[in-house]
């Protein structure tokens, strides 16, 4: 069985840096194929794809957040790391991590840890 | 960008009545090389991480019931419930994973009317 559990600050100031751990188990990191991905939510809103990193330490970000992006994956530790400098009220959200599984192509995310919540205030 | 976008935002359905959303991307999503529609479906309860239903378009996750369904291909495609019971009461997304930055709908709220 995969799970997934994402830990980290749940209170930043602006132009913070934010750090986000995602540790999983029922899965390698090292495994062809496999990968995970990030994806937030602010209150209310819909969801947004951040950044994926695969097994081969592929590593791909959404291009308007990819300046403050960084992934990173420890497969020792099962964990995936990500970090998003100069935090706004803005980037307030449940932050979630996903796995997800590449053949041919991209691939959906599942399943999902149940996500953090950050807010970045003041 | 693929810009995928949904319709309605909300409906009401009465319990074993018919639930249809539908989700249209600004471009195809069909891979010419695997003949597949890089499409998901999700299902989010309140505070509750999205489930995976269906991918590939149409093909339903392992344990989803089956009166999930999805279909459509190339540019527009639909989730329907065929029967809407009490528990399906969620929000509903769709998702491309044929473009990176893969991105998502904007969501359905299904609601029992």
């Known amino acids: 069985q995969i799970t997934l559990k994402e830990s980290g600050p749940t209170l930043v100031k602006p132009t913070q840096t934010l750090t986000l751990t995602c540790t999983f188990s029922?899965?390698?990191?090292?495994?062809?194929?496999?990968?995970v991905a990030w994806i937030r939510q602010p209150p209310g809103k819909a969801l947004e794809w951040l950044a994926l990193i695969y097994w081969d330490d592929d590593k791909r970000y959404s291009p308007s957040l990819k300046s403050r992006l960084t992934i990173t994956k420890d497969t020792s530790k099962n964990q995936v790391v990500l970090t998003m400098t100069n935090m706004d009220p803005e980037d307030t959200a449940t932050y979630f991590c996903?796995?997800?599984?590449?053949?041919?192509?991209?691939?959906?995310?599942?399943?999902w840890g149940h996500g953090t919540l950050v807010t970045v205030s003041s | 960008d693929f810009v995928m976008t949904q319709s309605p935002d909300s409906l009401a359905v009465s319990l074993g009545e018919r639930a249809t959303i539908n989700c249209k991307s600004s471009q195809s999503i069909l891979n010419p090389s695997n003949n597949k529609n890089h499409l998901a479906w999700y299902q989010q309860k309140p505070g509750q991480p999205p489930k995976l239903l269906i991918y590939?378009?149409?093909t339903r996750e392992s344990g989803v019931p089956d009166r999930f369904s999805g279909s459509g291909s190339g540019t527009d495609f639909t989730l329907t419930i065929s029967s809407l019971q009490a528990e399906d009461v969620a929000l509903y997304y769709c998702h491309q994973y044929y473009s990176t930055p893969q991105t998502f709908g904007q969501g359905t709220k299904v609601e029992i009317k």
């Open positions: 590939s378009a149409s």
């Open positions: 996903a796995h997800t599984i590449t053949t041919d192509w991209l691939g959906w995310f599942a399943p």
């Open positions: 029922g899965f390698s990191l090292s495994t062809r194929g496999l990968g």
